[in-house]
């Protein structure tokens, strides 16, 4: 079965400072992994996919098979970058998404 | 364009009391995922369609969870004889393509329904 870990509840940051959240996943194919992002009353939306290779509002992320993990980073953290993030996995074979449980980024001024 | 739709946005429902809960998915999205998350939790998958058919229900917890989506659009999860345990919120998420390959698919999700069962 796939997993997803997310080892972080809550990072909390300066504004400005360097960002990583961590994640790490257990799947033994070629898995497709994503981060989705909900800011405060809005709804899960994808923040950057592992495939596109995208810089999405100033955030990377690379994946590392063999460490099994896609940590997501950014170099200087913004007071809008406040939000919940989920990092997750996805089969070759399936189209269902496995999630992990969440990480809280609250960036302080 | 709208954005998928869920109602109710809220349900109290009392321990056995049945629920039905809808979504809208973005017109023309042939895929639609139903996903349930527990507080503190990140989203579990429950169920998948692809247009009217139900193509994988494995993450449903047990037979009193039911979905369908009889005309390839609109879905409904029922569920039977709530329990506690179900209380949650439920996510629904469409995506536009069948997915073949590595595909430039993207799930896009509503804003989900919390379930509470006293």
């Known amino acids: 079965a796939q997993r997803v870990t997310q080892p972080e509840k809550l990072l909390s940051v300066f504004k400005g400072a360097p960002v990583e959240l961590k994640c790490n996943y257990s799947?033994?194919?070629?898995?497709?992994l994503f981060w989705y992002v909900q800011y405060s009353r809005q709804r899960l939306q994808l923040l950057l996919r592992?495939?596109s290779r995208e810089s999405i509002k100033g955030f990377t992320a690379d994946l590392n098979k063999g460490e099994t993990s896609f940590h997501l980073k950014k170099p200087f953290a913004q007071e809008e970058d406040s939000a919940m993030y989920y990092c997750a996995l996805m089969t070759e074979y399936g189209n269902k998404l496995v999630f992990g449980a969440g990480t809280i980024l609250r960036v302080k001024s | 364009g709208a954005g998928v739709s869920q109602s109710p946005r809220y349900k109290v429902a009392k321990r056995g009391q049945d629920v039905a809960l809808r979504c809208d998915p973005i017109?023309?999205?042939?895929?639609l995922f139903w996903y349930q998350q527990a507080l503190g939790q990140g989203p579990e998958f429950l169920t998948y369609?692809?247009?009217?058919?139900?193509?994988?229900k494995s993450g449903l917890p047990s037979d009193r969870f039911f979905a369908e989506r009889p005309e390839g659009s609109v879905s409904t999860l029922k569920i039977q004889r709530t329990q506690q345990e179900d209380s949650a919120v439920y996510l629904c998420?469409?995506?536009?393509?069948?997915?073949?390959?590595?595909?430039?698919?993207?799930?896009?999700f509503g804003p989900g329904t919390r379930l509470l069962v006293l």
């Open positions: 369609f692809q247009n009217e058919a139900q193509l994988d």
């Open positions: 998420a469409s995506s536009l393509v069948i997915r073949v390959g590595r595909t430039e698919e993207t799930q896009y």
């Open positions: 799947y033994s194919g070629s898995p497709e």
């Open positions: 592992h495939i």
């Open positions: 017109s023309g999205h042939v895929s």
